[in-house]
């Protein structure tokens, strides 16, 4: 019996929590996913699952067994995928993480035109809160500069400037005015990113100053919803807002003024930047943003 087709078999049977449900995905009978099953747990020499007329349940082993059986496999299909994209176009799963904010408002917009351009390509999108570290078998990471990840087997390469600023809706300006000052801000509603009504940000000249609203989040979609129908002040940076500020629903407040800089970076395991398909989303990134950065200057 095959042993790639038996691991298959063991974690399609935990995924689907089901013999039945395995042999539909696998296109095969109830019979042959259970005589696979028994041929690894023969194999291997342990109980990989405990079977009842009315559940499955995983042994300890079993556990194990199928996380590990599952990265390799992920390897095995990545070294397949890549060895066939030397002589044809690349191919295969590019698994991609990012903060939060950076995969919804920032990466999404990407990825419909790149998927076109090499349709053997699947992106699985990953995303994080922020201070929560990726996952290590992720082949790309985008974020702010980590040390963590500069300490271990990671490259970076640098995407773009992260320079803050601060927008709002025309609905908002209309009925509270415009600040001219950073003091002045301190008399408008400014929406939060985090888990208090008040958050301390750093000007680009050192200086420090406290934002306060009436509302606050962690979940950027909500928060980027509430500056556009008039809720309050965002901060946030223009590569982020470039639909809105496009459509007029977002305009920036205080040009001169600049918070949080920062540089955004693309995180790859350091053997696996000349795996194609990250190398080629790389580079198509890159070229995008630079024709976005040659349209924006004058």
């Known amino acids: 019996m095959d042993w790639i087709q038996s691991v298959e078999t063991y974690l399609k049977v935990v995924e689907e929590n089901s013999f039945n449900g395995a042999a539909r995905k696998m296109n095969t009978t109830s019979s042959a996913i259970s005589k696979r099953i028994h041929w690894l ?44 994209s030397v002589n044809q176009n690349p191919a295969g799963l590019l698994k991609i993480g990012a903060t939060l904010a950076v995969g919804s408002k920032f990466l999404a917009k990407y990825l419909n035109d790149f998927l076109a351009s090499y349709p053997d390509i699947r992106i699985q999108l990953t995303t994080t809160t922020p201070g929560q570290l990726p996952e290590l078998s992720l082949d790309l990471f985008i974020s702010r500069e980590i040390d963590q990840l500069n300490s271990l087997s990671f490259k970076a390469t640098p995407l773009f400037e992260h320079r803050a600023g601060f927008y709002a809706s025309p609905q908002y300006i209309e009925q509270h005015g415009t600040p001219t000052t950073v003091k002045e801000l301190a008399e408008h509603n400014v929406l939060i990113w985090g888990e208090k009504p008040h958050r301390e940000v750093k000007l680009h000249k050192g200086k420090r100053v406290t934002l306060t609203g009436n509302f606050s989040t962690t979940n950027p979609e909500a928060l980027f919803y509430a500056a556009k129908h008039g809720l309050g002040i965002l901060l946030s940076n223009d590569v982020m807002l470039k639909e809105e500020l496009e459509q007029g629903s977002l305009v920036r407040l205080l040009p001169g003024t600049l918070v949080d800089e920062t540089t955004v970076y693309a995180y790859y395991p350091k053997l696996d930047y000349q795996h194609t398909r990250t190398k080629v989303f790389l580079e198509y990134l890159k070229r995008r943003l630079e024709e976005e950065k040659s349209i924006a200057e004058p």
């Open 41 to 84: 747990e023969e194999r291997i020499g342990v109980q990989l699952l405990i079977r009842t007329t009315r559940s499955i349940t995983q042994t300890e082993a079993g556990a194990l067994f199928y996380q590990r059986a599952k990265d390799q496999l992920d390897g095995w299909q990545s070294l397949v995928d890549e060895t066939r």
